[in-house]
């Protein structure tokens, strides 16, 4: 064995970061049900998902493949994510602060 894991303290560290990895908890919470949505969106005061999807489809012209509502990571509030794809079959993420409607990100969807 290594002397890394002989030691106590980093022992003790080893297993507090992998205790730590391995509940953290899921973020992208919720679902992209529209029924579910549109009841958490009356619940929190946010915009509906129709709105979300107009704004969205003004940043970003195309077809609406897939809208989410999900939790932001690092800073509190929700956002829609809203998957278009455009004229020429790319597809792209527009992010939709779910409060005031405003857009915060058109990005390519590469994957």
Same mark, same amino acid.
């Given at each position: 064995?290594?002397?890394?894991?002989?030691?106590?303290?980093?022992?003790?560290?080893?297993?507090?970061?992998?205790?730590?990895?391995?509940?953290?908890?899921?973020?992208?919470?919720?679902?992209?049900?529209?029924?579910?949505?549109?009841?958490?969106?009356?619940?929190?005061?946010?915009? *509906?998902?129709?709105?979300?999807?107009?704004?969205?489809?003004? %940043? +970003?012209? #195309?077809? !609406?493949?897939? =809208?989410?509502?999900?939790?932001?990571?690092?800073?509190?509030?929700?956002?829609?994510?809203?998957?278009?794809?455009? *004229?020429?079959?790319?597809?792209?993420?527009?992010?939709?602060? %779910? +409060?005031? #409607?405003? !857009?915060?990100? =058109?990005?390519?969807?590469?994957?």
């Amino acid at each position: 064995m290594s002397t890394l894991i002989h030691k106590p303290a980093n022992l003790f560290i080893i297993t507090l970061l992998c205790g730590v990895m391995m509940s953290q908890p899921a973020w992208a919470d919720d679902d992209d049900d529209p029924a579910k949505i549109a009841e958490m969106a009356k619940a929190f005061g946010l915009i *509906s998902l129709e709105e979300a999807q107009t704004k969205a489809l003004a %940043a +970003k012209p #195309g077809v !609406v493949k897939e =809208v989410e509502l999900e939790r932001r990571k690092f800073r509190s509030g929700w956002d829609y994510e809203v998957e278009i794809v455009d *004229s020429n079959g790319a597809e792209w993420e527009v992010t939709i602060d %779910a +409060k005031t #409607g405003k !857009v915060n990100s =058109v990005n390519r969807d590469w994957f």
